[in-house]
């Protein structure tokens, strides 16, 4: 079995506030490697990079041309949020997909198993209040952070379309999540659907605000959701706790440093900081979806 772990390095193309999104993809890769002897290749795609990072096997190239069609985008990240649909176009027969803002914490290489999740076409932890997803819309979805993809959903139809999905604005997001929501929905697609255990791609705001004492013990990957990312100072937010910062700190230090390649290739310019800054300044009211990011 022909099996990847992918993961998405792209700039976003709006952001109130900059976040070098490659200094997540090193940590993550790094902690996947930290934690087992042996992983399947390692993709990365980005319409940005020229370069396979370090930590990777392979660059994908994504054209953000055929995005182009979608009218209806996140004020936060632009079109750049969908280009996570791209990974359904990969020729494998098994995708891991990981966010650029988890962290590997335990074993996880049963997903790559191919005796295991072969009898469903795609595999996601759904969204509920019990791990700190409180909102009504939200419950019941597959978050789109961490996804195991078989063969049968990889291919230019089912990007296509994904694809056209987005274009219509069928998104509840605004972002890759609803567009994948709305096509797993379909009545013939849903019963190929399997669900994850949140161990697999736990949101750290269990600890705000789900039951951490049940989940926080047994994760395998933390997803650091929220703008507060725990590589950047700022900005505040709620979800952000000591608890879950101390994690990223203690598994992080095992780490080598950022290569000065990915922690320069993400700087914002002056232009942009100080965007950023105005934006915050006056409290630029935002969705919760958007605070997601």
């Known amino acids: 079995m022909r099996t990847a772990v992918v993961l998405l390095a792209a700039r976003p193309r709006r952001k109130r506030d900059p976040v070098n999104y490659l200094i997540g993809y090193h940590h993550v890769v790094q902690s996947l490697r930290r934690h087992h002897a042996s992983i399947p ?14 930590g990777a096997d392979r660059l994908v190239r994504i054209d953000p041309r055929p995005f182009g069609v979608i009218r209806r985008t996140q004020s936060a990240f ?15 027969d098994r995708v891991i997909y990981l966010d650029t803002d988890l962290l590997i914490v335990g074993d996880i290489a049963e997903l790559w198993d191919p005796t295991r999740y072969a009898d469903r076409d795609l595999w996601g932890v759904r969204e509920s209040a019990a791990i700190g997803l409180k909102h009504a819309v939200w419950q019941g979805k597959i978050n789109a952070g961490m996804l195991l993809i078989n063969r049968p959903l990889l291919g230019r ?3 296509e379309r994904l694809l056209s999905i ?3 604005g069928r998104s509840y997001d605004s972002g890759d999540q609803g567009v994948l929501h709305e096509f797993l929905s379909d009545p ?12 697999f791609n736990l949101p750290t705001c269990a600890r705000v605000d789900g039951d951490w004492d049940r989940y926080g013990p047994t994760a395998r990957i933390l997803h650091y959701l929220g703008p507060r990312k725990p590589w950047c100072d ?20 095992a780490h080598p ?8 290739a993400g700087r914002p310019d002056l232009r ?6 105005l934006l915050r300044a006056i409290r630029w009211p935002l969705s919760p979806f958007l605070d997601r990011g």
């Open 157 to 159: 139809p089912i990007f």
């Open 234 to 253: 700022a900005p505040p937010h709620r979800w952000h706790h000591p608890e879950t910062q101390a994690i990223w700190d203690r598994e992080t230090a």
């Open 257 to 264: 440093p950022v290569p000065l390649s990915l922690s320069e």
């Open 188 to 199: 013939e697609i849903a019963p190929r659907v399997g669900e994850l255990d949140p161990a």
């Open 41 to 54: 290749e390692v993709v990365v795609m980005s319409p940005d990079l020229d370069e396979t990072p370090a």
């Open 166 to 168: 987005a274009a219509a």
């Open 78 to 92: 632009g079109r750049s949020v969908y280009f996570k649909l791209a990974l359904f176009t990969l020729d494998y």
């Open 272 to 277: 942009t900081r100080l965007e950023s800054g």
